[in-house]
């Protein structure tokens, strides 16, 4: 099983530079960023931990940068975002970003898609909240337009692009969602908790799962399974990467037992003096 991390770098904690050096020294798998442009002060959403929302959130790295700080520095460990908020970008400018970060670190990277929990920092980039799902899907595959090999025209419900030359291509080659149809970029997975809405996305145009936290994996991923075999996808393609797990060893043990190759595991929002002694404490896991 591939262990990977994810943390809130911020401007406070650990730099992507030390933290990426540090994960490929140890052997850990992959860095997961998250992403939060800002948060308004003035919020109705409720932080979805309950509770006060912490600090981390609306000091957080823009991901493409620390990511590419982290390539930069490494050759082996795996880039993600966990997640990447679809809606809130221009998707012609998200997919050159991309392409690039994945070309440049010779196609390390996993695209995190996520459709967001705080309704007001939505609002600031013009996101209608009730739809931004249906925004998301039509974002993605203006997306995978660009990415095409050959020029390709999309015109969606919110978005379109013309036939078009769009470099660099990512590295990975395409999949099949079916015959005859093509998912082209990055390894992409869908973060959110197991529900129908999400399942059929993921069947549609994703390769796989983030469930946060990880838990109920055991009833949930029958149901996925199901829905991914009826939407005519590959049994044996479908990933599922459990993120932002606090781990004990019967935890990852039974993530094993269901088959599940790639876990990723939570580090805290800090100094680096902290992150290399857990760091050191998650390498039993190894």
């Known amino acids: 099983m591939r262990i990977a991390t994810t943390i809130f770098l911020t401007d406070h904690t650990v730099s992507p530079v030390r933290l990426a050096r540090s994960l490929e020294e140890r052997g850990f798998a992959g860095l997961y960023l998250p992403e939060h442009t800002h948060i308004p002060v003035s919020r109705d959403t409720s932080a979805p931990m309950g509770g006060e929302l912490p600090e981390m959130y609306g000091r957080t790295l823009d991901p493409f940068v620390a990511l ?3 390539a930069a520095v490494t050759e082996r460990i795996t880039l ?14 998200l997919a050159k970003r991309i392409a690039t970060l994945d070309h440049l670190s010779g196609g390390r990277f996993t ?5 967001g929990w705080n309704v007001e920092e939505a609002a600031d980039h013009g996101v209608e909240w ?4 249906e925004l998301v899907r039509d974002r993605m595959a203006l997306m995978r337009a660009l990415w095409a090999p050959e020029p390709t025209a999309y015109v969606g419900e919110f978005s379109s692009v013309q036939a078009s030359a769009a470099h660099p291509k990512p590295v990975q080659p395409p999949r099949e969602l079916g015959p005859g149809h093509p998912l082209h970029g990055p390894r992409t997975l869908i973060g959110g908790a197991a529900g129908p809405k999400l399942f059929a996305a993921i069947a549609d145009h994703a390769d796989g799962w983030l469930p946060i936290g990880g838990g109920g994996l055991s009833e949930s991923l029958p149901v996925l399974r199901q829905i991914w075999e009826t939407a005519g996808r590959d049994p044996k393609n479908l990933q599922v990467v459990p993120y932002a797990v606090h781990p004990n060893p019967g935890k990852l043990a039974h993530y094993a ?3 599940i190759e ?3 595991l ?5 100094e680096e003096p902290e992150i290399l002694r857990v760091l050191d404490d998650f390498a039993q896991y190894l």
Do not use: F, N
């Not at 939570?266 to 800090?270: D, R």
């Open 262 to 264: 790639e876990v990723v």
């Open 111 to 115: 695209l995190g898609v996520g459709y």
């Open 266 to 270: 939570q580090l805290p929002s800090a």
């Open 130 to 133: 009730r739809t931004r799902r």
């Open 257 to 259: 037992h269901l088959g």
């Open 80 to 93: 993600g975002t966990g997640i990447t908020l679809v809606a809130q970008h221009d998707p012609i400018d």
């Open 68 to 70: 590419a700080q982290a």
